[in-house]
């Protein structure tokens, strides 16, 4: 019988690298534009791949398609992939958490610097016709007395650690996962998480959505930070309670934040962060270059080359 590979959503102007990979294989090919669980179960029926963006591939599309088939979410994430249904199901799944670390990368390494210099609140008072830089200004640490801390360091933290390493700040990382003679190879001090919130000048979010880590930073943990000390989230929404930290910026408990990750995407019109001082908000573009999209699509199609052959996704999701 002829194999089946189905996209089920996505955002690009077109899938055209899905389909020629599909077609190589001799596979039928099919593109939708449906997000959810009872919607997508009658359309990926007997599928060999599917190829997932944001939709919830729940339980009922993971007993539709064909026993030991291939999932494949674009993107770093997996969160609207139900793992046990999958795993239940035999299913294979597969995620591509590198088409955008140097994107990410530099996109936590801007927003770090633009908090640490204050250019924020710098252009808006210049802006509102003042010229006072102190008043804006202050405090600020010169970057050779500046404690950059790490929450997580996998392969995106590393990253913006090689970016950083140039301006003269010291690095503390708290991940249960990194050795001592890891975190000594790489130049920084490992560290628990009590210390990484008492004494890094600002904080980059590096780490998985997890039991351990979602809601970590709440008012409790936020509190425990210095008061100019910040906070840079390009990982997951789901680390920090957001009215903890709109709270926390709010009464002068930290210093800023810069945010581009939230529990719900788009953000709401009523999200208390869109009034919350010091933050700079972005929606969600840490990872995106020109560049990114090609390459995303590109190693997406790979997987189904991949799983049309028989072989499993080329990175994997832990079951």
């Known amino acids: 019988m002829t194999a089946h590979v189905v996209v089920t959503d996505y955002t690009f102007p077109d899938v055209a690298q899905e389909r020629a990979a599909a077609e190589k294989a001799g596979a039928s090919f099919a593109a939708h534009q449906v ?50 249904a999958a795993k239940a199901a035999d299913l294979k799944v597969g995620y591509v958490p590198d088409y955008c670390a140097d994107e990410v ?59 950083l390493k140039g301006f003269g700040f010291s690095f503390v990382v708290a991940d249960p996962g990194l050795s001592k003679a890891q975190a000594a190879e790489a ?3 490992l560290v628990d998480s009590d210390t990484l919130l008492a004494t890094a000048d600002i904080i980059s979010l590096n780490a998985p959505a997890n039991a351990q880590t ?63 001082p010091n933050l700079v908000l972005t929606p969600h573009a840490a990872w995106y270059s020109e560049a990114a999209i090609g390459r995303l699509q590109g190693l997406v199609a790979q997987d189904i080359e991949r799983a049309l052959g028989g072989d499993a996704p080329r990175k994997p999701v832990r079951m």
Not at 45 to 73: E, H, Y
Not at 219 to 244: F, K, P, W, Y
Not at 253 to 274: C, N, T, Y
Request: overall charge neutral.
């Open 187 to 189: 130049g920084v001090t």
């Open 35 to 84: 997000k959810s669980d009872g919607e997508l179960a009658e359309l990926v029926k007997d599928a060999d791949v599917v190829a997932v963006q944001f939709a919830t591939f729940g339980p009922l599309c993971c007993a539709a398609v064909k026993p030991g088939a291939t999932i494949i979410r674009y993107g770093v994430g997996y969160d609207n992939i139900d793992l046990n």
């Open 214 to 276: 979602t809601n970590f930073f709440n008012a409790a943990r936020l509190s425990r930070m210095q008061s100019h000390a910040m906070i840079v989230n390009s990982a997951r929404g789901q680390l920090i309670v957001e009215d903890d930290i709109a709270a926390a910026l709010e009464n002068g408990v930290i210093g800023g934040a810069a945010l581009d990750v939230f529990h719900a995407e788009p953000l709401s019109m009523s999200s208390r962060l869109r009034n919350a």
């Open 105 to 163: 990368a530099d996109h936590t390494c801007a927003a770090a610097l633009a908090l640490l210099r204050k250019l924020a609140s710098l252009d808006a008072s210049v802006r509102a016709g003042e010229w006072a830089a102190v008043k804006h200004a202050k405090p600020m640490k010169p970057f050779a007395e500046t404690i950059f801390g790490f929450f997580g360091m996998g392969q995106i933290g590393q990253a913006i650690l090689v970016r």
